[in-house]
């Protein structure tokens, strides 16, 4: 927890939460790209799952529609890492101290495994269970990512 405070403290001092708090309309701008790319995610993650449930594209190998789109969903949440990022830099006395974040973070990892581990998957039970887990993360992670907003901070916390 101290050297959490003590990054949350050196970045509230830092140029870059100079820079990203300078203007009212920067980080209102930051959360439209990151909302943005939350969009670019769940259709990723739709296309990717739903083929894989057999529900649409069956035209196509589930193979083939991943390798399309799994990309795609890496690229997004390289943005909403960077985004994310800024927005802790702007005020990085919240997300920071409060668990639900954390959770994010960590279901973030495990959805990407989840969904990319279809390539390997066998057709049938293994991916169809997949491709449900992979869709319940990404509604979970949506979920605590808007849950940050609402969510106590940790006694002590930095502010
Ligand atoms: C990868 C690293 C990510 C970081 C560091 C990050 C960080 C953040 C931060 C700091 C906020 C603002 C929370 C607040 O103060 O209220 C936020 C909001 C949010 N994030 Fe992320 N995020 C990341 C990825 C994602 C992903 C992958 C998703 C979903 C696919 C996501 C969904 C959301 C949602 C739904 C919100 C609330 C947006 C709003 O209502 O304005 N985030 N995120």
Do not use: C
């Not at 930051?30 to 529900?55: S, T």
């Not at 690229?75 to 960077?82: E, I, N, R, T, Y």
């Not at 997949?130 to 808007?146: C, D, F, K, P, Y």
């Amino acid at each position: 927890m101290s050297m959490l405070h003590d990054f949350a403290v050196w970045l509230a001092h830092s140029p870059l939460n100079a820079a990203v708090t300078a203007r009212g309309w920067i980080v209102p701008e930051v959360q439209i790209v990151h909302v943005v790319a939350i969009a670019a995610v769940v259709i990723a993650a739709a296309l990717i799952n739903l083929r894989a449930l057999g529900v649409m594209d069956t035209g196509r190998t589930r193979q083939a529609v991943l390798a399309a789109w799994y990309p795609v969903m890496l690229g997004a949440v390289a943005v909403l890492a960077l985004t994310g990022f800024l927005l802790i830099a702007s005020e990085p006395g919240r997300a920071l101290f409060r668990t639900v974040f954390w959770v994010k973070l960590g279901l973030i990892l495990v959805a990407l495994v989840v969904t990319g581990a279809q390539a390997r998957a066998a057709d049938g039970g293994p991916s169809r269970l997949l491709a449900v887990v992979s869709l319940l993360l990404w509604i979970t992670v949506i979920w605590a990512g808007r849950w940050i907003a609402y969510a106590e901070g940790w006694p002590g916390a930095f502010s």
